[in-house]
């Protein structure tokens, strides 16, 4: 069974478009996440869930919206799509323990605004 | 957060050992060392991770110098399949897994 799954897997879209990705985790972790990876390689969290409640918010644009309807689950939404949203996303996820922090991550869905 | 420190790339022959150095000269007492890779096309791995301890587990070895300031990830027997950009990242205890990725160093394991 995959432990962390993304829906789409490519998402092609054009500008001014609104979309959504899904994350699942089946591993029973409290904790969930999203990345960013653009054209450069380089991977950047955008925000973090702990029991449904946001703890990690970086600076990212408001047209991106996370929602975490449960424990396992936490959405991507990205309204107005512009160019340089671009990339791929990576969902993750992570049981909190004191000093310890694996991270399992989702295949990524690869988003292309045209 | 402390930064890290990584060479761009680095060959290795498969079946020998590859040794993955990582500088991190600021980190503080309470930031851990992980390692995790990405092969291509996938998602980052997670590999290992310690405090002051050296560690291992049946990925591999990572050798923190007694002060801290850099470490080692030790792959023993590389693979053709071990060939990923491998990321070296601090973190501190409470900072809710935020792991700050670099540019990794390419590893490239040969035949």
């Known amino acids: 069974d995959t432990a962390v799954s993304q829906t789409p897997k490519y998402l092609v879209t054009q500008m001014g478009n609104d979309k959504s990705i899904k994350c699942e985790q089946n591993?029973?972790?409290?904790?969930m996440y999203w990345y960013k990876q653009d054209s450069k390689k380089f991977l950047k969290i955008m925000f973090s869930y702990n029991n449904k409640e946001l703890i990690i918010n970086e600076t990212v644009p408001n047209r991106f919206s996370p929602k975490s309807p449960d424990k396992a689950h936490l959405n991507l939404h990205i309204n107005s799509l512009e160019l340089g949203d671009s990339a791929v996303y990576f969902c993750?996820?992570?049981?909190?323990?004191?000093?310890?922090?694996?991270?399992?991550f989702g295949p990524g869905t690869r988003l292309t605004v045209t | 957060d402390a930064k890290t420190t990584q060479p761009t790339s680095m060959d290795c022959a498969e079946g020998r050992a590859a040794n993955l150095p990582c500088n991190h000269s600021?980190?503080?007492?309470?930031?851990?060392v992980y390692w995790y890779r990405q092969i291509h096309s996938q998602g980052p791995q997670y590999i290992i991770h310690g405090l002051k301890n050296n560690e291992t587990n049946e990925m591999a070895s990572l050798i923190i110098t007694e002060d801290r300031k850099s470490s080692t990830l030790i792959l023993p027997h590389a693979t053709l399949r071990d060939t990923a950009v491998y990321y070296c990242i601090v973190r501190p205890t409470d900072s809710w897994g935020k792991l700050q990725f670099g540019a990794g160093t390419q590893v490239v394991v040969t035949p």
């Open positions: 591993l029973g972790h409290d904790t």
């Open positions: 600021t980190i503080s007492g309470n930031e851990y």
């Open positions: 993750a996820s992570s049981q909190w323990t004191a000093g310890s922090y694996e991270q399992y």
